[in-house]
């Protein structure tokens, strides 16, 4: 089984900053990928970030304000949100994909973090 823990998110006015945090645990032999996606309500679930190898991938609607990256040494991955909109508003999910121990391939979500945008 795999966890993933996501913190940070909350309350922020347009043109503030917030740090998401998603750490994973559980039987995890290697990630090949951690994400970031998010949902708005009444929207489909979207990408906003990955990284995979040190590569990093962004949704057009958040290059230059978001930055993902992500600490090997401890399963956590980061996405900081700069010069936040309120079109940003929406809960945040974690996702991680990689292979256990016994080399089967997992994919697992956090279980969401609300990130509200709004004076």
């Known amino acids: 089984q795999v966890q993933l823990v996501e913190s940070g998110g909350g309350l922020v006015q347009p043109g503030g900053s917030l740090r998401l945090s998603c750490a994973a645990s559980?039987?995890?032999?290697?990630?090949?990928?951690m994400g970031w996606y998010r949902q708005a309500p009444g929207k489909e679930r979207e990408l906003v970030a990955s990284?995979?190898?040190?590569?990093?991938n962004y949704a057009d609607s958040v290059k230059g304000r978001f930055t993902i990256s992500r600490d090997n040494a401890n399963n956590t991955a980061y996405l900081q949100m700069n010069s936040l909109k309120p079109e940003d508003t929406a809960v945040y999910y974690c996702?991680?994909?990689?292979?256990?121990?016994?080399?089967?391939?997992?994919?697992?979500w956090g279980q969401g973090t609300q990130v509200t945008v709004s004076s």
């Open positions: 990284i995979t190898l040190g590569i990093t």
């Open positions: 996702n991680l994909r990689g292979s256990n121990y016994l080399g089967t391939q997992i994919s697992s």
């Open positions: 559980g039987s995890i032999m290697r990630i090949y990928i």
